[in-house]
């Protein structure tokens, strides 16, 4: 594998499931990055995590609770969603902790049911 | 971050020149310029990056004036997998405020 990979690409939950999303880089990143991008919208910064510490988190909801074990994964744990939260998620990652160059995965198709 | 500002859609047709400006009056001394495309349901892929002047790679061209408040993507002979959305983004080096990518510029490339 090679670049930012997500799983699963696409997944259906109900809003009292709880299910997590995943992301894997191969480019030894130390920095990793969820996004949140709904239709007709621009991308939002969701979390930052930095040597798998977060740095920022954007107001984002306690529904979604992000993972960051190595520098090589970052987990988003999901549970009781919203329909509104149904979007595409997607991990980036970049070679130190800055926003000029991030390298994004294929994203995570999420609907709630 | 700068804010940027770009034009909302484009239209051309294979095999031309299309130019993409994005206006980005606010900013930083450290900023770079960095443009990503997006086709539907991907993720963002990095296409340059620039600082000042001119930079071209194998995908692109990036014009950048001397006061740095706009810059310029230069697709030359786009063809119908140039269709997608392209977004300009002002960045450092350093983390900073949130980010925020704009609305971005959708292309529409026809035959």
């Known amino acids: 594998e090679t670049g930012v990979t997500q799983t699963p690409r696409h997944l259906v939950m109900g809003m009292t499931n709880k299910k997590s999303l995943k992301c894997e880089q191969h480019l030894g990143h130390n920095a990793m990055y969820w996004y949140k991008q709904s239709a007709k919208k621009p991308l939002e910064l969701m979390f930052v995590?930095?040597?798998?510490?977060?740095?920022e988190n954007n107001s984002v909801p306690s529904r979604f609770s992000p993972e960051c074990p190595n520098s090589s994964h970052l987990f988003l744990h999901l549970h009781t969603l919203q329909p509104e939260d149904s979007a595409l998620y997607l991990c980036?990652?970049?070679?130190?902790?800055?926003?000029?160059?991030?390298?994004f995965g294929p994203g995570t198709r999420l609907t709630v049911t | 971050l700068a804010k940027t500002t770009q034009p909302i859609s484009m239209d051309s047709y294979e095999g031309q020149e299309v130019n993409i400006t994005c206006s980005h009056n606010?900013?930083?001394?450290?900023?770079?310029i960095t443009w990503y495309q997006q086709f539907p349901s991907q993720g963002p892929r990095f296409i340059i990056q620039g600082y000042k002047t001119k930079v071209t790679n194998e995908v692109a061209s990036l014009f950048i004036p001397a006061d740095r408040k706009s810059s310029t993507l230069s697709l030359p002979r786009v063809s119908l997998s140039d269709t997608a959305v392209y977004y300009c983004?002002?960045?450092?080096?350093?983390?900073?405020?949130?980010?925020?990518f704009g609305g971005g510029t959708r292309l529409m490339v026809k035959p």
């Open positions: 980036a990652s970049s070679q130190a902790l800055q926003f000029k160059e991030q390298y």
């Open positions: 995590y930095s040597l798998e510490e977060r740095v």
């Open positions: 606010n900013i930083a001394t450290n900023d770079y």
């Open positions: 983004l002002v960045a450092g080096n350093n983390a900073g405020n949130m980010l925020t």
